[in-house]
Nanobody, 116 residues
Framework: QVQVVESGGGLVQPGGSTTLSCTAS????????MAWYRQAPGKHRELVAA????????DYEDSVKGRFTISRDNAKNTVYLQMNSLKPEDTAVYYC?????????WGQGTQVTVSS
């Protein structure tokens, strides 16, 4: 049974930081490139950051470069997203999935709201 659970979201002040976690089960986590995606109200879901299956290569959407860091722990089947210098435009529901995404792995996501 596939299960993907994202956590760590919440209300954060502009300029603040938070770390998202995603734990996956029921998939070959260690052999998959993983990614974080986000969907803001009224917008399409977009790729935010990605990491190769062994963790040696990362990729970021231009607006988060230098502020977000993706990492993974294959022993824990977990991928992380460290988010610094948050801006109101980072407000969205954040999801993790493989890259490219597989529809069976979409979880509930975790809401991140950046507001004072």
């Amino acid at each position: 049974q596939v299960q993907v659970v994202e956590s760590g979201g919440g209300l954060v002040q502009p300029g603040g930081s938070t770390t998202l976690s995603c734990t996956a089960s029921g998939m070959s986590f260690k052999s998959n490139n993983m990614a974080w995606y986000r969907q803001a109200p009224g917008k399409h879901r977009e790729l935010v950051a990605a990491i190769s299956w062994i963790g040696g290569t990362t990729d970021y959407e231009d607006s988060v470069k230098g502020r977000f860091t993706i990492s993974r722990d294959n022993a824990k089947n977990t991928v992380y997203l460290q988010m610094n210098s948050l801006k109101p435009e980072d407000t969205a529901v954040y999801y993790c999935n493989t890259r490219p995404p597989d529809y069976v792995y979409w979880g509930q996501g975790t809401q991140v709201t950046v507001s004072s």
